[in-house]
Nanobody, 114 residues
């Protein structure tokens, strides 16, 4: 059974940085496309970024140039480095496969506010 455990969220001021982690058990992250998604209050969950089997990456236009997705195969963990955070980045962040294929984890809250 695949399990996803997100961590690393918190509260930061605009312009700040955070790094999210997604520990994966029951599957090997380097063998699948993995992604980060987010859900802001009152909005639908949206795709944010993904890292493919080839290690190529893709980003939503709203985060391009500010967020970086990466993975550590030895730790079977996917990361999302978030820089220059904006209030509109406030959301619960989740990781999952791309396309989503397993149950969502608990997510990690990111709040950007002055």
């Amino acid at each position: 059974q695949v399990q996803l455990a997100e961590s690393g969220g918190g509260s930061v001021q605009p312009g700040g940085s955070l790094t999210l982690s997604c520990a994966v058990s029951g599957s090997i992250v380097s063998l699948s496309a993995m992604g980060w998604y987010r859900q802001a209050p009152g909005k639908q969950r949206e795709w944010v970024a993904q890292i493919n089997r080839s290690s190529s990456t893709n980003y939503a236009d709203s985060v391009k140039g500010r967020f970086t997705i990466s993975r550590d195969s030895a730790k079977n963990t996917v990361y999302l480095q978030m820089n220059s955070l904006k209030p509109e980045d406030t959301a619960v962040y989740y990781c999952n496969f791309v396309p989503r294929s397993v149950s969502w984890g608990q997510g990690t809250q990111v709040t950007v506010s002055s």
